[in-house]
């Protein structure tokens, strides 16, 4: 099995600034994509950042020049930066991974718990 945990939530003032990480440990070979979803309440998740195994990274259009998501493929670990926190931003994060868990096997998709991050204003 595959374990993914979040960690570095918390609360914050608008403006402020807090990191994210999120480890996958278990049975795994290699990690695709890795990323960070959020969900507000009342909310579907969305996508915040992605980052490819070759660092290949993409946003959401809400976070660009804000947030910045980092890996390190040695120890399955991926970041989120966020800098310039505003009060929509709060939302519960979740981390997933996209993990091949033997040599030429399908990828699986794991999710972490979730970390709340709170924004006030």
């Known amino acids: 099995q595959v374990q993914v945990v979040e960690s570095g939530g918390g609360l914050v003032q608008a403006g402020g600034s807090l990191r994210l990480s999120c480890a996958a440990s278990?049975?795994?070979?290699?990690?695709?994509?890795m990323g960070w979803f959020r969900q507000a309440p009342g909310k579907q998740r969305e996508l915040v950042a992605v980052i490819s195994s070759g660092g290949m990274t993409n946003y959401a259009d809400s976070v660009k020049g804000r947030f910045t998501i980092s890996r390190d493929n040695a120890k399955n670990t991926v970041d989120l930066q966020m800098n310039s926190l505003k009060p929509e931003d709060t939302a519960v994060y979740y981390c997933?991974?996209?993990?091949?868990?033997?040599?030429?096997?399908?990828?699986?998709?794991?999710w972490g718990q979730g970390t709340q991050v709170t924004v006030s204003s």
């Open positions: 278990g049975s795994i070979f290699s990690i695709n994509a």
């Open positions: 997933y991974t996209d993990v091949v868990r033997v040599a030429r096997g399908p990828t699986y998709g794991y």
